[in-house]
């Protein structure tokens, strides 16, 4: 491996401190950029709490009371820039007020409730993104739908921008994938990102049949499955030595097809998803 990176080395014109130095860079900027999600998670909230009508100084206040360590109002500044969360002082047109309320984001209770106990598939899914860092010089994000019951991974996208679009192509997948059979208790669950409380996306949910849950703020647990599923995607898949966008999607592509058709679980009578489902189905 040592000889290997020396040779790429010479022949990209980097010295070999150089590389490991830019990699490093790749890793931070993932932690950064995921890090920088979950404060916003928390930023939004309180955001819509003031109904748009706070500013720097009151996140900092707010954000006081409720965290130990309280956020620099430096990285609140660049936060609510990044994530476009403006003071909003000015007294709005109540024409225009009434049809911005339509498009408002929207939580969604805890329908599932932690009840990862099912026998019926295609009753329960969740989904949700993770970041893929790299070599090809993008960050890259892959969006998963796992089915509850069988523990398959019936959708799934890889892209390198964050933009709706990653999740509408799951959902578009997820529907081939269902192909009209939509159970009618049918339900997806998800946190409380940007993506899902989005209301084109959630019009979507409702238009497929599908009745929409999230998990409580800042409760990962509550997506437990989804969270399983992504830690040994990134035990099992050396995604971080991918050197484009081609290659990572064909990692990310033999992996899915070894989860579902040929890696055996012992909590699914030693079977794989696939043999699972057939197994539910049948019994």
């Given at each position: 491996?040592?000889?290997?990176?020396?040779?790429?080395?010479?022949?990209?014109?980097?010295?070999?401190?150089?590389?490991?130095?830019?990699?490093?860079?790749?890793?931070?900027?993932?932690?950064?950029?995921?890090?920088?999600y979950r404060d916003y998670l928390l930023l939004k909230?309180?955001?819509?709490?003031?109904?748009?009508?706070?500013?720097?100084?009151?996140f900092y206040m707010a954000l006081a009371e409720l965290l130990e360590t309280p956020m620099n109002h430096k990285k609140i500044l660049r936060l609510m820039r990044k994530f476009n969360l403006f003071a909003n002082v000015r007294r709005a047109n109540p024409y225009k007020q009434l049809a911005k309320a339509t498009q408002e984001h929207t939580v969604c209770p805890n329908l599932l409730n932690r009840e990862f106990?099912?026998?019926?598939?295609?009753?329960?899914?969740?989904?949700?993104?993770?970041?893929?860092?790299?070599?090809?010089?993008?960050?890259?994000?892959?969006?998963?739908?796992?089915?509850?019951?069988?523990?398959?991974?019936?959708?799934?996208?890889?892209?390198?921008?964050?933009?709706?679009?990653?999740?509408?192509?799951?959902?578009?997948?997820?529907?081939?994938?269902?192909?009209?059979?939509?159970?009618?208790?049918?339900?997806?669950?998800?946190?409380?990102?940007?993506?899902?409380?989005?209301?084109?996306?959630?019009?979507?949910?409702?238009?497929?049949?599908?009745?929409?849950?999230?998990?409580?703020r800042g409760n990962c647990i509550d997506n437990a499955p989804m969270e399983s599923f992504f830690g040994h995607f990134k035990d099992e898949v050396d995604f971080k030595q991918a050197t484009s966008l081609a290659e990572l999607k064909g990692l990310v592509d033999d992996y899915m097809d070894h989860y579902n058709g040929t890696r055996k679980q012992w909590s699914l009578k030693k079977m794989t998803p696939a043999q699972y489902r057939s197994h539910l189905i049948a019994a």
């Open positions: 491996m040592k000889n290997s990176v020396d040779a790429l080395c010479l022949t990209a014109g980097v010295s070999r401190s150089g590389y490991y130095a830019w990699l490093k860079k790749i890793e931070q900027h993932a932690i950064r950029e995921e890090q920088d909230s309180i955001y819509d709490a003031h109904r748009g009508k706070i500013g720097y100084r009151n106990e099912q026998d019926e598939p295609g009753k329960v899914f969740v989904t949700d993104i993770t970041y893929l860092p790299n070599r090809s010089g993008k960050m890259a994000y892959l969006s998963c739908v796992k089915d509850v019951a069988s523990r398959e991974i019936v959708a799934y996208e890889v892209t390198t921008t964050l933009t709706m679009e990653i999740v509408y192509r799951t959902l578009k997948k997820l529907k081939d994938a269902l192909d009209g059979n939509v159970h009618p208790e049918a339900m997806i669950h998800s946190d409380q990102g940007f993506h899902y409380t989005h209301p084109e996306y959630q019009q979507r949910v409702k238009e497929m049949g599908l009745a929409q849950s999230m998990s409580r």
